[in-house]
Nanobody
Framework: QVQLVESGGGLVQAGGSLRLSCAAS?????MGWYRQAPGLQRELVAR???????NYADSVKGRFTISTDSAKNTVYLQMNSLKPEDTAVYYC?????????WGQGTQVTVSS
């Protein structure tokens, strides 16, 4: 079993920044962030592996940065230059041994 606890969402104006955090109950080889806007499918935002290899959705490249603190089993998502279209519920995700685990979700709202 893995527990993922997110924090850091909120309301911000366009062009602003937020940092999301996700604390895992144990060490994991890879973690990621997904988001889901109303009426849309959940989509991958960014992912990081234990060797710090990363990949990003094209829509966030150059604006978002995923990082990890292995000592704290925590992954971060630094979001800069936020746009209204970034508004969504953001979910932390891990898939150890091919089983999906999700955080409770944190709302990010970007006003224009």
């Amino acid at each position: 079993q893995v527990q993922l606890v997110e924090s850091g969402g909120g309301l911000v104006q366009a062009g602003g920044s937020l940092r999301l955090s996700c604390a895992a109950s144990r060490a994991l080889n890879a973690m990621g962030w997904y988001r889901q806007a109303p009426g849309l499918q959940r989509e991958l935002v960014a992912r990081i592996t234990s060797d710090r290899s990363t990949n990003y959705a094209d829509s966030v490249k150059g604006r978002f940065t995923i990082s990890t603190d292995s000592a704290k089993n925590t992954v971060y998502l630094q979001m800069n230059s936020l746009k209204p279209e970034d508004t969504a519920v953001y979910y932390c995700h891990a898939r150890p041994l091919f089983r999906d685990y999700w955080g409770q979700g944190t709302q990010v709202t970007v006003s224009s």
